[in-house]
């Protein structure tokens, strides 16, 4: 979403985008009906020629082969692993290479890092937006308190037989010769994954970073009287609403039960609703109060409903990167209480936009949301510092002028700078 938010930002400052993806699970017909979006000529299952779709199986058997040895057993913690082996090649051709310069999003599970590396001029410039932590490390999207993937990871926690030569060295290493003396701008939405990606040790000495938030559009996210939202979406009109957000309700990474247990916690007298959107449902057995459950939520009018009626936006992941959904919330009115986890303390800043916990401790949470329902006005106060920190820092128009001037100073800088053909050879940036 925040790739997509980008290109479209792009498109409307006349700058040439084209956005490759893999094929989608979701929103299939809106990206076929746009000229702007194209499937990835790689993105199908396993390539249609015999000889390569038998090359592929063995290449795939063995890689499920090696993550069954390694994941089997009883790992450290849980957490999700993507290596940068693909069952089949996926090499830079054509279209695709013929353009100024390639932006890179989340590409886990989607490229191949030897062969699509590998089939980069050597002075592609190339620029690289860290959504989490998988490009710096072996395989892990989040490495919490492990500080491996610094040298060259090892004894990972992910997996299930951890050793010095395990799944997570190899893949570290891999990824490390891909990238070896690439030209490449890192860029992150949050500080604090910027230091991070600093510390690894998989990305080339030939490297600049950059910190450029995630943006969203203030004509899509902007606040709604709570009455209205509240009667739009069936909701309660007196009492506390407290929203949640997640891709799925039942990801516990997420912190949807330390959600439940926090909203239980709070007086009877604030006659709690808990407001979720998602996919799925939630766990049962947890909450005590009332829950409203929207839905998994794409459509932006019916998502700043949701972050309009609510009183306090929750946010208890254990581990995040910035939360996109935090920022939605805050654009539309709405504080946030949160975990005090990754770069969360540069969006929700604890006592101005929003009140931090400690992480994964649902009294802690609790408590801070008693503060919130307690005090109007540090709500509305929290509001207004919130709607300005999302103009200043998080519009789409400010993420594109900062893109704007990576992109023209990666094509200065290369060798040979090729137009993208639908530019019709002019320089997309303007310059």
Request: charged share 25%.
């Given at each position: 979403m925040a790739a997509r938010r980008l290109h479209h930002g792009l498109l409307a400052e006349g700058i040439e985008s084209c956005y490759w993806h893999a094929e989608p699970a979701w929103d299939a017909g809106p990206l076929?009906?746009?000229?702007?979006?194209?499937?990835?000529?790689?993105?199908?299952?396993?390539?249609?020629?015999?000889?390569?779709?038998?090359?592929?199986?063995?290449?795939?058997?063995?890689?499920?082969?090696?993550?069954?040895?390694?994941?089997?057993?009883?790992?450290?913690?849980?957490?999700?692993?993507?290596?940068?082996?693909?069952?089949?090649?996926?090499?830079?051709?054509?279209?695709?290479a013929a353009c100024d310069l390639v932006h890179l999003h989340w590409v886990s599970r989607i490229v191949d890092y030897r062969s699509f590396f590998a089939s980069l001029r050597p002075a592609m410039p190339l620029v690289w937006t860290l959504?989490?932590?998988?490009?710096?490390?072996?395989?892990?999207?989040?490495?919490?308190?492990?500080?491996?993937?610094?040298?060259?990871?090892?004894f990972c926690p992910i997996l299930g037989r951890p050793g010095a030569r395990d799944l997570s060295t190899r893949d570290h290493a891999i990824k490390k010769a891909a990238l070896a003396g690439r030209p490449l701008h890192v860029v992150t939405p949050s500080h604090w994954l910027?230091?991070?990606?600093?510390?690894?040790?998989?990305?080339?000495?030939t490297v600049s970073f950059h910190t450029i938030r995630n943006g969203i559009s203030l004509e899509q996210f902007f606040p709604v009287a709570k009455p209205a939202a509240r009667k739009a979406l069936g909701l309660p009109e007196h009492g506390l609403v407290v929203a949640f957000a997640a891709e799925s309700l039942r990801n516990a990474p997420k912190g949807i039960?330390?959600?439940?247990?926090?909203?239980?916690?709070?007086?009877?007298?604030?006659?709690?609703?808990?407001?979720?959107?998602g996919k799925d449902e939630p766990p049962v057995g947890i909450a005590t109060v009332p829950l409203v459950n929207?839905?998994?939520?794409?459509?932006?009018?019916?998502?700043?409903?949701?972050?309009?009626?609510?009183?306090?936006?929750?946010?208890?992941?254990?581990?995040?990167?910035?939360?996109?959904?935090?920022?939605?919330?805050?654009?539309?009115?709405?504080?946030v209480a949160a975990f005090r986890v990754g770069g969360v303390p540069e969006v929700v800043?604890?006592?101005?936009?929003?009140?931090?916990?400690?992480?994964?401790?649902?009294?802690?949470?609790?408590?801070?949301?008693?503060?919130?329902?307690?005090?109007?006005?540090?709500?509305?106060?929290?509001?207004?510092?919130?709607?300005?920190?999302?103009?200043?820092e998080f519009a789409v128009s400010v993420q594109v002028r900062r893109y704007?001037?990576?992109?023209?100073?990666?094509?200065?800088?290369?060798?040979?700078?090729?137009?993208?053909?639908?530019?019709?050879?002019?320089?997309?940036?303007?310059?």
């Open positions: 076929a009906e746009d000229a702007h979006y194209r499937l990835l000529p790689w993105s199908m299952p396993a390539p249609r020629h015999p000889l390569r779709l038998g090359r592929a199986l063995l290449r795939w058997s063995r890689e499920r082969l090696l993550r069954t040895i390694y994941r089997k057993g009883k790992p450290q913690r849980s957490g999700m692993y993507s290596g940068p082996v693909r069952p089949y090649d996926t090499p830079l051709r054509g279209d695709l959504h989490d932590m998988q490009p710096l490390t072996g395989g892990c999207h989040h490495a919490f308190d492990c500080e491996r993937f610094r040298e060259g990871c090892g910027e230091q991070l990606a600093r510390g690894s040790s998989v990305l080339p000495t039960h330390e959600f439940l247990e926090a909203i239980s916690r709070l007086p009877a007298d604030f006659q709690v609703t808990g407001l979720l959107f929207l839905g998994f939520l794409t459509d932006p009018a019916q998502q700043r409903l949701a972050f309009s009626a609510a009183d306090i936006f929750a946010l208890p992941s254990h581990a995040e990167t910035i939360s996109q959904t935090a920022v939605e919330a805050l654009a539309c009115g709405t504080p800043r604890h006592g101005e936009t929003g009140l931090l916990a400690r992480p994964r401790d649902a009294v802690d949470l609790a408590e801070a949301m008693r503060t919130l329902a307690e005090n109007p006005a540090l709500r509305q106060q929290m509001a207004d510092a919130g709607q300005r920190l999302v103009r200043e704007r001037e990576i992109y023209a100073e990666a094509v200065a800088g290369s060798l040979s700078p090729k137009p993208c053909p639908a530019s019709n050879g002019h320089n997309p940036f303007g310059e």
